[in-house]
């Protein structure tokens, strides 16, 4: 069956620009999450979807960055007014409750 | 604070040989623990997965140890070949929407 998706696999923006990157979750999965991976760093989580819950935001950076999820599917990361060190990869990841987390393979950001 | 330290941060070995890596962590509570492998470019894959009460688990030639005690793990891989060349990630949970990431060690392997 399909895997986790993200779109666009590499986008670059000008920095003070908003950009929106897309996750599709394993269908069934309830759970998905948001990371960064910037270069040679481990990964940084950023927020975590359950269901209709309120989300977990406790690893957004700052407010320029938000995230949706609309009818229990498809995410949105959305980062506005770029910075430079917004520059990372950003990998989705989606489960069932408690169960083992399947990533994407990431959207490679980059500011200039 | 929760921290996930893994060892060595990288490694370059000859087709054919073994190799460990280490990680140490400092999470608590501890819920379980997993070893991701992650190739260049692409999301990080799950090898195993271990709770607390358990102290090694196996995946084809991948064996991770726990040892909760002295919160140390270790994957051991052997007859390494080309395609192991990655990086390897260990995370431990402390509940199942808290994750704590190492950094990965990365491993070279050469013809």
């Known amino acids: 069956g399909a895997g986790v998706s993200q779109s666009p696999s590499n986008k670059v923006t000008e920095k003070g620009k908003d950009v929106e990157l897309r996750c599709d979750p394993i269908?069934?999965?309830?759970?998905l999450y948001w990371y960064r991976q910037s270069l040679g760093q481990g990964l940084e989580f950023l927020i975590y979807f359950q269901g209709n819950s309120a989300p977990d935001k406790s690893g957004l950076p700052s407010d320029r960055f938000s995230a949706e999820r609309t009818g229990g599917s498809v995410s949105t990361l959305t980062i506005q007014r770029t910075q430079q060190e917004d520059s990372a990869v950003y990998l989705c990841?989606?489960?069932?409750?408690?169960?083992?987390?399947?990533f994407g393979p990431g959207t490679r950001l980059t500011v200039l | 604070k929760n921290q996930v330290e893994q060892s060595p941060q990288s490694l370059i070995i000859l087709e054919g040989k073994n190799c460990t890596l280490q990680?140490?962590?400092?999470?608590?509570?501890?819920?379980?623990l997993r070893w991701y492998k992650q190739d260049t470019g692409r999301g990080p894959v799950s090898l195993t997965i271990m709770t607390f009460s358990e102290n090694t688990k196996s995946n084809g030639r991948y064996t991770a140890t726990l040892d909760a005690d002295t919160k140390q793990s270790s994957l051991h891989i052997t007859a390494s070949q080309l395609s192991d060349s990655a990086s390897y990630i260990c995370?431990?949970?402390?509940?199942?929407?808290?994750?704590?990431f190492g950094p990965g060690t990365r491993l070279s392997v050469l013809p």
């Open positions: 269908s069934g999965h309830t759970a």
């Open positions: 990680c140490n962590y400092t999470v608590s509570p501890f819920s379980n």
């Open positions: 995370v431990v949970s402390a509940s199942w929407q808290n994750f704590v």
């Open positions: 990841a989606s489960s069932h409750p408690s169960a083992e987390q399947f």
